[in-house]
């Protein structure tokens, strides 16, 4: 078990599979290393007290193993050891501590031997040091400038290798809590490279070296997807800012989106949520006295977008990572793991309107796409008088997304049936059906009923693998079903932070990534990070007759396997199989005259009204609440779960 401020970040369910502690001949004899042998002597000094010599136990195990290195934190070890091996013999490593630690058998502080690195010459061929040694961290945890310990060690004829790299462990932001990037900052920054690295997860750093290193941004594509953004690149920035959306085609993405909301004056803009309070600094503004109660959304009340004007929105300050105790949808492990999203920037950016999303795609070279979210469009028809539909359609024609004059495809997605045939019948624009239920499993007659109104589909990551607790012991066959029918599979949701990842995949969102395209075969992924998708799909590695056993893909139930079976998660509830009847929708009601607005701050929640946040396969849902059925940003669940922080 680790634990990393307070992460309980690696399972225990290893702990009674009854392994030894192995010998250093036990090692060589069942696991073969190949790549060498690295031995470590921590307490030399310890051991002399007790009577025990490490120089002398290590010459005598050299007779029957081969060492290929041999480290200690203690000068005068390597003063011991020296010419007890021959020529081939092991090379020699002195390990630096923290600066202001002494090293025991000289009294002088790691810093001052730092400072002579000849010395350390004397009696060393490589040197080991902490990370913070060549990128020290500020107080916020964001990357200083590098020293230039690797030059001066290198110029004095010392290797150099780094410790401390572990992929659920503390990362500088600048990495966005991606490993790869971390690794190829030491060996791939065009100043200089470390010539070794130790790693708690060697298959990342093995990957990082040998597949991402030095292949550059414009590299040839080894492998096929799309990487579609999610509220653009909002592992960075607050989702759907203009920042972000920069960021995100900066990075890659192949599309980017945007969840259409609609201001009471008609305009359509993008934003994650429905409720301005969940991505916005709202309730510090003029408008908090417009929060009420909408019981087709929440049994709390909220500040909507249709609440407020576009001119009103627009100035409104987005949030990330608020200063103050608020909840965040675009970052669901502030609480409770206390993981944060480059808190420097956590009111960057502005809110952009559908028009100006659709700008800024058609002003770049890179792009392939737009992808536009409809939701919540028999709600806004009936209770609001607004016009989703219509609305987009009309300013996608005025942006000149219908004529010709951008090479952009234009991506219509909703969870509603109802939303994408509307557009069919109005447009030629591509239409993605979001299925937001876990499924196992798809029927014939819903894969037909799908191809009516869609060209592609929209999954969980939980309907691609089934799971027992955070391990994957299966897969499914809804990707297979629903390729075999040309519509092509989009999975979402994939992010950076190891929280987020079962723990086959190591803690490693590349890992992630590989095991579902090179396993599952899926088609396009969406994520907050699309840098670490799009940097994938260059890898090298994958254009090889042979992949290289660290880029093989996560087969489901492996780690299971090394469980005793008192171990074993517990299964979990089989997901569900959709058919057509949870697919079909009623037709999209027209747009009604809005109902007359209410004081401010006055609650439109009848007495003993109930909440529609309930899970429950999409037909049924819709169906059981007639009109008022198009509601899938419930904003009371992120906000509630997070408010007792606040008490």
Not at 6 to 14: H, K, N, V, Y
Not at 70 to 95: A, H, L, M, W, Y
Not at 367 to 378: F, H, K, M, Y
Not at 596 to 609: Q, V
Request: one cysteine or more.
């Amino acid at each position: 078990i680790s634990v990393s401020r307070g992460i309980l970040s690696r399972t225990d369910r290893f702990g009674g599979n009854g392994y030894t502690i192995l010998t250093i001949q036990n090692v060589t004899e069942q696991i073969k290393p190949q790549g060498g042998f690295w031995l470590h002597v921590q307490h030399d000094a310890f051991y002399e007290q007790h009577n025990l010599s490490m120089s002398s136990f290590l010459v005598s195990v050299s007779r029957t193993v081969s060492i290929d290195f041999i480290s200690s934190p203690e000068v005068n070890f390597f003063k011991k050891i020296t010419g007890r091996f021959k020529r081939n013999g092991p090379s020699f490593v002195f390990q630096f501590l923290g600066k202001e630690d002494f090293e025991p058998t000289t009294n002088r502080t790691y810093g001052s031997i730092l400072s002579n690195l000849g010395f350390v010459k004397t009696f060393a061929s490589k040197i080991l040091v902490p990370k913070s040694y060549i990128f020290p961290l500020d107080d916020k945890q964001y990357l200083l400038p590098p020293t230039s310990l690797v030059q001066d060690a290198h110029k004095a004829g010392l290797e150099v290798y780094v410790s401390g790299f572990a992929n659920d462990n503390d990362l500088a932001y600048n990495y966005s809590y991606d490993p790869v990037s971390e690794y190829l900052s030491f060996v791939d920054n065009g100043d200089f490279s470390v010539d070794g690295v130790i790693s708690d997860f060697p298959m990342t750093a093995s990957a990082s070296i040998d597949c991402f290193s030095h292949i550059g941004r414009n590299a040839t594509k080894q492998v096929d997807f799309l990487v579609i953004s999610k509220n653009g690149a909002s592992g960075d920035f607050p989702g759907c800012t203009n920042l972000a959306y920069e960021k995100a085609i900066k990075d890659g993405s192949d599309v980017i989106d945007c969840s259409v909301q609609m201001s009471s004056d008609g305009t359509p803009f993008c934003l994650s949520s429905i409720n301005l309070e969940d991505s916005t600094m709202v309730t510090l503004s003029p408008f908090m006295n417009r929060a009420t109660i909408i019981p087709e959304f929440s049994s709390v009340d909220g500040i909507c977008t249709f609440s407020l004007t576009w001119p009103e929105i627009k100035n409104l300050t987005p949030f990330f990572l608020p200063s103050f105790c608020a909840a965040s949808i675009s970052n669901r492990y502030q609480s409770p793991y206390n993981m944060f999203r480059n808190p420097n920037e956590r009111n960057s950016g502005k809110l952009i309107s559908l028009s100006e999303f659709l700008e800024l795609a058609k002003n770049s070279t890179s792009l392939s796409g737009v992808l536009i979210r409809v939701e919540n469009t028999a709600y806004l028809r009936v209770k609001q008088g607004l016009d989703v539909v219509k609305a987009v359609l009309d300013t996608l024609i005025e942006a000149g997304y219908n004529n010709g004059k951008t090479a952009s495809k234009v991506i219509i997605q909703s969870t509603d049936s109802s939303v994408l045939l509307d557009f069919k019948k109005q447009s030629k624009y591509k239409t993605v059906y979001k299925i937001q239920e876990f499924i196992r499993d798809i029927s014939d007659y819903g894969i037909e009923e799908i191809k009516e109104f869609a060209n592609a589909v929209v999954i969980n990551k939980d309907s691609v693998f089934h799971y027992s607790g955070s391990f994957p012991n299966g897969q499914t066959n809804v990707v297979e079903r629903l390729q075999k029918s040309q519509l092509p599979v989009y999975v979402e949701l994939f992010q950076n932070e190891f929280v987020s990842q079962p723990y086959d995949f190591f803690s490693d969102a590349t890992i992630e990534i590989n095991t579902y395209i090179s396993l599952a075969g899926i088609n396009g992924i969406i994520t907050e990070f699309p840098f670490t998708a799009a940097r994938y799909k260059r890898n090298r590695c994958m254009g090889r007759k042979e992949t290289p056993p660290y880029m093989e893909p996560v087969k489901p139930g492996a780690l299971l396997a090394y469980m005793s079976p008192q171990s074993l998660p517990p299964a979990e509830a089989p997901n569900l199989i959709i058919t057509d009847a949870d697919v079909i929708e009623p037709p999209l009601p027209p747009v009604t005259e809005k109902v007359p607005t209410l004081l401010p701050g006055a609650s439109t929640l009848a007495p003993g009204a109930p909440s529609t946040n309930a899970q429950a396969p999409s037909g049924q849902i819709r169906l059981a609440i007639s009109l008022v059925l198009f509601v899938f940003f419930p904003f009371s669940s992120t906000y509630l779960i997070s408010s007792p922080l606040c008490s």
